[in-house]
């Protein structure tokens, strides 16, 4: 079984070049605009993580600087959404498709989900993640119940904390939103991180590959609390408890999981097996999940 593991700040986007000009030049503006803001995101929680935390009178774990200090982003993250969900509805190429609906390169009306990809000629024809493998590589391995598993399993690991949460962890609700991206990077079988989801949502994402059931992948999740110092904040030498914070993050309100079955990962040495992906509303940051 194995998993994955990912910086919390990812931002990765690729657009190639028209030969319109006039698609070219609407296009080109969106693209400019979103990564502006991408750049500005970056440089404000940069900001928020150099912060300097003043000790408390109470204890270690100290309160945040005087009120007003810490940037907003929300105002750059809505803005962000609006002419992302823009460019995703644009079909700039006229083939049809618009990257909302599969179309990974919007400037090429040769490049969409309605196109075969020939094996060994370098190009994703039919943008499906990988040159010459056909769209949803694996078969959805979802089940009735599969929901409450997850949310039990990870309402479970909240409830059971660490030190224990003071106030306690909210329990987390199902975004079937957050659930549809995960399962259609699930069924791509493809061993890596979404990176172009978390880095245009902003969410998280945990994954895991092998076992005998969903809840089996779940665990190794759960089991990387082992690895967590949470006195001193850092995982144990050669530990991945970016998992286990992940799970734990105060802040992350509702989950959406993908499963599917492969019988073969693409690009990796990854055993046939389960593939779960669970994408979180927020992503970990840097410091103590509560």
């Known amino acids: 079984m194995r998993l994955g593991l990912i910086a919390t700040s990812i931002f990765c986007m690729h657009f190639s070049m028209t030969p319109i000009a006039k698609e070219d030049s609407g296009r080109k503006g969106l693209e400019t605009e979103i990564e502006n803001l991408k750049a500005k995101i970056v440089e404000l929680q940069n900001q928020i993580n150099d912060i ?4 408390g009178p109470e204890g270690p774990q100290g309160i945040q600087g005087p009120p007003g200090e810490t940037p907003d982003l929300s105002p ?3 803005a962000l959404a609006r002419i992302e969900a823009r460019l995703s509805n644009s079909d700039f190429d006229a083939d049809g498709y618009t990257p ?7 400037s090429n009306s040769e490049i969409n989900p309605g196109f075969g990809d020939e094996p060994g000629d370098e190009v994703d024809s039919n943008c499906d993640g990988v040159d010459g493998i056909a769209n949803n590589g694996g078969s959805s391995a979802v089940y009735e119940g599969f929901i409450d598993d997850m949310l039990g399993a990870h309402n479970g690991v909240r409830a059971n904390a660490i030190p224990v949460p003071n106030p306690p962890l909210s329990s987390l609700s199902w975004d079937p939103e957050l659930a549809a991206l995960a399962q259609t990077h699930a069924e791509k079988c493809i061993f890596e991180f979404d990176t172009t989801s978390i880095s245009s949502l902003l969410i998280g994402q945990n994954i895991a590959a092998g076992g005998n059931s969903a809840l089996s992948l779940f665990q190794l999740w759960a089991d990387t609390a082992s690895d967590y110092d949470y006195e001193n904040d850092e995982c144990n030498e050669g530990g991945l408890c970016g998992y286990y914070t992940q799970l734990v993050w105060r802040d992350t309100s509702s989950i959406g999981c993908g499963l599917s079955l492969c019988n073969e990962f693409q690009g990796s040495v990854t055993p046939p097996g389960f593939f779960l992906v669970c994408n979180y509303d927020k992503i970990r940051q840097v410091g103590q999940p509560y």
């Open 100 to 106: 909302n609906s599969g179309d990974c390169d919007d």
């Open 76 to 78: 750059l993250v809505e």
């Open 52 to 55: 300097e935390l003043i000790p």
